[in-house]
């Protein structure tokens, strides 16, 4: 059982141009969340998705969009990258988003460098 | 809103010294807690949880108790190791349902032989 896949492991990227970081889960989990992990700040979410076909937007949201068209699959495109998008990102899903049902599972994260 | 205060560290322990590392939270109602832990390089994933007051979550050494007469979710390990060096993260999930993990900001931890 792989869990959380995330892709590309690592990208360097010149301003502007669009991207698309894929995150793929295999435990049939209803929701799907976005993570940016940067020194000093902690865990920032991005958007997430508590059901396919729905998402929403966390605390960090401009700049990015996600989609959620199956259940297995949440990937977060960059439309016009930007340097302050330099960061970490995590992919995370959940059973459930209530009480222990919304324990994450993590994927190992992409690591982003805008130039 | 939800809140989770814990030390950035870094903390610096040697082998086998006692761990703490404090987490206080705000939250209304009786929010589920969590510790999670992240090793170099990885994501994070979950350590011990506790989803009711007095509850005590325990893993590979590392003990919570759920403490809601102080808000507190406080992290203990009797003997540290070298392999226990990661970043800690608490976090709170609220009840109900649709709800959002805060997360506290994180303390690394190294441990020194």
């Known amino acids: 059982i792989a869990g959380i896949t995330q892709a590309p492991t690592s990208q360097i990227l010149a301003a502007g141009r669009r991207m698309t970081l894929r995150c793929t889960q295999d435990?049939?989990?209803?929701?799907m969340y976005w993570y940016r992990q940067d020194l000093g700040l902690g865990l920032r979410l991005i958007h997430y998705?508590?059901?396919?076909?729905?998402?929403g937007k966390g605390e960090v949201p401009d700049g990015y969009s996600v989609s959620r068209a199956n259940t297995d699959d949440f990937p977060l495109t960059l439309a016009s990258a930007v340097p302050s998008q330099t960061s970490v990102y995590f992919c995370?899903?959940?059973?459930?988003?209530?009480?222990?049902?919304?324990?994450?599972?993590f994927g190992p994260g992409t690591r982003l460098t805008v130039l | 809103g939800n809140s989770v205060t814990q030390m950035e560290g870094p903390v610096t322990l040697s082998e086998e010294a006692f761990l703490t590392i404090n987490c206080t939270y705000t939250a209304t109602g009786y929010p589920s807690l969590f510790w999670y832990v992240q090793y170099p390089g990885e994501g994070l994933q979950l350590l011990l949880k506790?989803?009711?007051?007095?509850d005590k979550g325990s893993n590979k050494g590392f003990e919570a108790t759920y403490r809601k007469e102080t808000t507190s979710f406080h992290l203990e390990k009797g003997s540290v190791q070298v392999s226990d060096s990661a970043v800690y993260f608490c976090a709170l999930n609220p009840s109900g349902g649709y709800q959002k993990v805060t997360f506290g900001i994180g303390t690394k931890l190294q441990v020194i032989p």
């Open positions: 995370a899903s959940s059973e459930g988003t209530s009480g222990d049902h919304n324990e994450q599972f």
């Open positions: 998705s508590n059901t396919a076909g729905t998402t």
């Open positions: 506790a989803t009711k007051a007095d």
């Open positions: 435990m049939r989990h209803n929701a």
